[in-house]
């Protein structure tokens, strides 16, 4: 696979600094006995498509923030996960087909909703939350995998249309909900945070299934996504992840819902891109452990 020499991996993204992807690549790789690095490059928009190729055809790469639209645009070769969400971060070299990539942050969310739901996957019901690139990444894979419907509830209800329209498709069971904060002028990455509430009329208690894709709680001083009132017995997926359990999990726990954070989820997308990349069986309870390790959490 790699004729003797060694590998090299990169994430690309900006910033990259606080990423955990090194380290549990760096685990895999040792458990497997692959001679290989893994490091996290900041690159910009315009150097994007150069590094891409670069670390390629040296063994492949991740995407994020703010690249992964336009990493999709560079592709010779694109998954239909990429053209259904238009999003990539996972590229690799692949003979004459050239720079070919995948969206692993769909292959990340079927496995972390398969752990936390088990038997009951696909669900009926879901909520999602948020409308950005990660929103995108549940959608698809909600809708690949038979979800019964999704309804969307984002601070700016515009982007949960675009969403909707772009990745939903014709005939699509998606909803785009327009809680009370979708009111009022679109708001910016600094403006103040907005706690998601469903509408009022709304049909609340009837998910199988609620999922934060929103940036809220990644700042301890953010609220809740969404309170818990109004969910019934509906398991919580949080994407945001904290070094030990994000606010809502506990919430959610508290109340003897079943939740999880976005560990699972980033172990699962590395260890898709892994298989990627390698075409081998992901180490996935060693990527945990140093993905918890790295993350600070108390094991
Ligand atoms: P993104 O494309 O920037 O989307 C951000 C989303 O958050 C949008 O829906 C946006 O709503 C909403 N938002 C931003 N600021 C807000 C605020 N102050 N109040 C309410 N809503 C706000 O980001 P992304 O890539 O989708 O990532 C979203 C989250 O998922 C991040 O926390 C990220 O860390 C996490 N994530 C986790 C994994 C994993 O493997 N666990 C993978 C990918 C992403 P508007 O449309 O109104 O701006």
């Known amino acids: 696979m790699s004729g003797g020499r060694v590998l090299e991996f990169a994430l690309l993204g900006h910033p990259v600094s606080h990423s955990l ?26 150097e ?28 010779d070769g694109a998954s239909t996960r990429v053209r259904v969400t238009g999003a990539c971060n996972c590229f690799w070299f692949e003979g004459e087909r050239g720079l070919v990539g995948d969206n692993t942050d769909v292959a990340g969310f079927l496995q972390a909703a398969r ?12 909520l999602l939350l948020g409308a950005g690139g990660a929103a995108a990444a549940v959608m698809a894979a909600c809708l690949e995998a038979g979800v019964g ?24 069971t998606v909803r785009v909900l327009e809680g009370p904060q979708s009111a009022g002028e679109p708001r910016g990455p600094g403006a103040t945070p907005v706690a998601l509430a469903l509408p009022e009329a709304g049909p609340a208690d009837c998910y199988d299934l609620v999922v934060n894709a929103t940036r809220l709680g990644l700042e301890a001083s953010d609220p809740l996504p969404l309170a818990l ?22 919430e959610a726990r508290a109340r003897d819902l079943r939740a999880a954070d976005g560990l699972g989820m980033l172990v699962e997308q590395a260890a898709a891109s892994l298989a990627c990349w390698l075409g081998v069986e992901p180490p996935r309870r060693i990527m945990l452990e140093a993905a918890a390790h790295a993350a600070g959490r108390a094991t």
């Not at 994007?48 to 990493?71: I, S």
């Not at 038997?119 to 019901?125: E, F, I, L, T």
């Not at 009132?229 to 506990?250: F, M, Q, S």
Request: overall charge positive; proline content about 4%; aromatic content about 4%.
């Open 21 to 46: 992807s090194p380290a549990i690549h760096r685990a895999a790789f040792e458990a497997l006995g692959v001679e290989a690095r893994y490091r996290a490059v900041d690159v910009t928009a315009e």
């Open 115 to 126: 752990d936390l739901v088990g038997k009951d996957w696909p669900v009926g019901r879901v």
């Open 48 to 75: 994007l498509e150069a590094a891409m190729r670069r670390m390629g055809r040296c063994g492949g790469g991740n995407v994020t923030l703010p690249h992964k639209r336009r990493a999709a645009a560079l592709l």
């Open 149 to 172: 419907s999704v309804d969307v509830l984002n601070r700016t209800a515009e982007h949960g249309r675009s969403m909707a329209s772009r990745v939903g498709g014709p005939g699509a």
């Open 229 to 250: 009132e109004g969910v019934g017995g509906a398991a919580i997926l949080d994407l945001v992840y904290a070094p030990n359990e994000t606010r809502w999990v506990h």
